[in-house]
């Protein structure tokens, strides 16, 4: 089955840091891939919106200056949490879905666990 | 708006059945899925609904009623590994997919 790689898994960093995040479908093209943010005990948030080569659509409240999201290839997309503060401390997930097959389920990368001392 | 419903938390007994809820109401619809995501872990894809009807695949069935915006997942002989939430979404006329909150399920022995 499709397969969604997220890289890293866990990350620990003083605030002010910038902390980037990689998305990679491992066996299929991704046209359109999404973030997701997830605090403890909380709902599934989407973030954005990753489009392969043109900007990212961002869900509303969502800081695009500080949230910077970039979908250079048709396997690849980072998040990249900049000056990151311990609020910004959560679980970070992407998706990915197979370029024309829209109706199709989201595979999930493994999750980014990032927290901001 | 779009909106989509599940009950927050459910409990059922280990080797019994339990079924999840889901409504919605969304601008068009293009199908149904329905995912498992246990405490700490992404979400992992169960199933998938587009026509009206049940679909099984294993332990685990999943139905859709398009003219009554419903569809439920049916769990049977419960095992302890099934304690999860279970995230019911629906993909729109855009192709957007659109969250339900999510339903805890506490498995007890």
């Known amino acids: 089955g499709a397969v969604v790689s997220q890289h890293p898994s866990w990350v620990i960093c003083k605030s002010g840091t910038s902390v980037k995040i990689e998305c990679r479908s491992l066996?299929?093209?991704?046209?359109?891939m999404f973030w997701y943010r997830q605090f403890p005990k909380q709902s599934l948030m989407l973030m954005a919106t990753s489009n392969e080569g043109s900007k990212a659509t961002y869900e509303q409240g969502v800081e695009k200056d500080k949230f910077l999201i970039n979908h250079a290839s048709l396997t690849l997309s980072t998040l990249t949490v900049t000056s990151a503060h311990p609020e910004d401390s959560s679980f970070y997930i992407c998706?990915?879905?197979?370029?024309?097959?829209?109706?199709?389920?989201?595979?999930f990368g493994d999750g980014t666990r990032l927290s901001i001392l | 708006g779009q909106n989509i419903d599940q009950p927050t938390e459910m409990t059922a007994t280990e080797g019994a059945i339990v079924q999840i809820n889901c409504t919605y109401q969304?601008?068009?619809?293009?199908?149904l899925f329905w995912y498992q995501q246990h405490a700490g872990e992404a979400p992992t894809f169960l199933s998938y609904?587009?026509l009206d009807g049940l679909e099984e695949k294993g332990r685990f069935s999943s139905f859709l009623s398009r003219s009554k915006g419903y569809s439920y997942l049916l769990l049977k002989e419960l095992q302890m590994k099934d304690s999860a939430s279970y995230l019911c979404a629906v993909t729109n006329s855009n192709y957007q997919l659109i969250w339900g909150a999510g339903t805890k399920l506490i498995i007890k022995p």
């Open positions: 609904n587009v």
């Open positions: 969304t601008s068009g619809f293009n199908g």
């Open positions: 998706s990915a879905r197979d370029t024309g097959f829209e109706a199709q389920p989201q595979h």
């Open positions: 066996d299929f093209q991704a046209t359109t």
